[in-house]
């Protein structure tokens, strides 16, 4: 058993090893367009991966993520524009006296809207999970509508409808990456954890685990706020690196791709979060050459925009219907190779 521990922590090991030094090549001789798409992958990562832990491994259909994305992109974008940018952009009105005195370097700014984030999960668990299934779903939804609707409606803080803009870009794939592996190990630690163990009895049968003695409401709540601490740290990346946002950007949409992704990879596996994200966030850029003419046998069909996301679309038609768990179901990495070697024997 300690064989089998060390060597599965040797294939951990090198994973971790693998993915830092893909970033430190990638960063170094791959082109602009080719970085900017990895950086989107590595922060949707981090997005999905948060998410599939309240969504997949404790089974609450929550549907927040929007709304915890843009409260990590708006407090880091308001504590890295410099004063003078701040005063310049606020069109509608003045800024309160106190935005203006708001400042913190990349890293505090990060942490913060994760902490920001996570602190209003806290609250809104507590009325939240007094609800299950589709209320929660409705709940939750309501939660993503009512902080797109602050942020327009309060100019002296967001500036509107305008949004923030001179962000400075400070995301890059070290920065992205780097935190996208962090909040990995951490979630899977999590999962494997006494609490991930609680989370899972909360998804096979809640009035069950009840009865074992497990605290659901802890569990749901440890997953809720974990969750949004990452969202708001992956909001935050994302402002550092479009460099503007606005309340538009945080739409249902947003959530919308984050539960496509995670029911594609599987949930519950956060192997799957990651293999989903790369497959429609990278994948949806890959097929970008479907919406240009493409010459055929000689023939050039004229130029068709919106084709690839038709395609896309049948992909992920013909994969759920194959794979109605989605591409990992509920298994890791490791409960693969698992599976293989005793196929194998």
């Known amino acids: 058993m300690q064989l089998t521990f060390s060597k599965q922590h040797g294939i951990n090991s090198a ?12 960063s170094g001789h ?9 950086n989107n992958i590595a922060i949707f990562i981090i997005l999905a991966a948060s998410y599939n832990l309240i969504n997949g491994v404790t089974g609450q259909f929550s549907l927040e993520p929007n709304g915890f994305v843009a409260i990590g992109a708006y407090v880091t974008a308001l504590l890295l524009v410099s004063p003078d940018a701040k005063m310049y952009q606020y069109a509608i009105v003045d800024p309160y006296p106190f935005v203006l005195t708001l400042h913190a370097n990349f890293f505090t700014a990060l942490i913060l809207g994760g902490i920001f984030s996570a602190f209003l999960a806290f609250c809104l ?4 999970f007094r609800v299950r299934g589709d209320y929660l779903a409705i709940v939750t939804l309501g939660f993503g ?3 797109k609707i602050l942020a327009i409606n309060n100019p002296e803080v967001t500036n509107g409808s305008l949004g923030l803009n001179d962000i400075p870009e400070f995301s890059n794939l070290y920065w992205t990456g780097g935190i996208a592996i962090i ?4 979630i899977l630690n999590i999962v494997n954890s006494k609490f991930g163990r609680a989370m899972k009895a909360v998804r096979d049968d809640e009035d069950a685990a009840i ?4 605290n659901t409401f802890k569990a749901k709540t440890l997953a809720f706020c974990t969750s949004a601490f990452f969202e708001g740290i992956g909001g935050g990346l994302l402002a550092a690196l479009l460099t503007s946002i606005s309340p538009d950007l945080f739409d249902f949409f947003f959530t919308f791709q984050l539960l496509i992704i995670i029911v594609l990879g599987g949930l519950g596996s956060t192997t799957g979060a990651i293999i989903g994200t790369v497959l429609v966030v990278g994948g949806s ?13 000689g023939h050039t069909t004229a130029a068709m925009p919106g084709m690839r996301m038709v395609v896309f679309s049948l992909a992920l038609i013909f994969i759920m219907l194959f794979a109605r768990e989605g591409i990992m179901g509920k298994r890791e990495l490791k409960e693969l190779f698992k599976s293989r070697k005793k196929g194998g024997k």
């Open 30 to 38: 791959f082109d602009e367009y080719t970085v900017r798409i990895l």
């Open 145 to 147: 509508f009512i902080i």
């Open 211 to 214: 009865a074992m003695g497990v």
């Open 15 to 26: 994973i971790v090893i693998i993915a830092i030094w893909f970033i430190w090549f990638a």
């Open 183 to 186: 909040a990995v190990i951490v």
């Open 125 to 128: 668990s507590l009325p939240v």
């Open 285 to 297: 850029e890959w097929m970008r050459f479907l919406d240009e003419p493409i010459t055929l046998f």
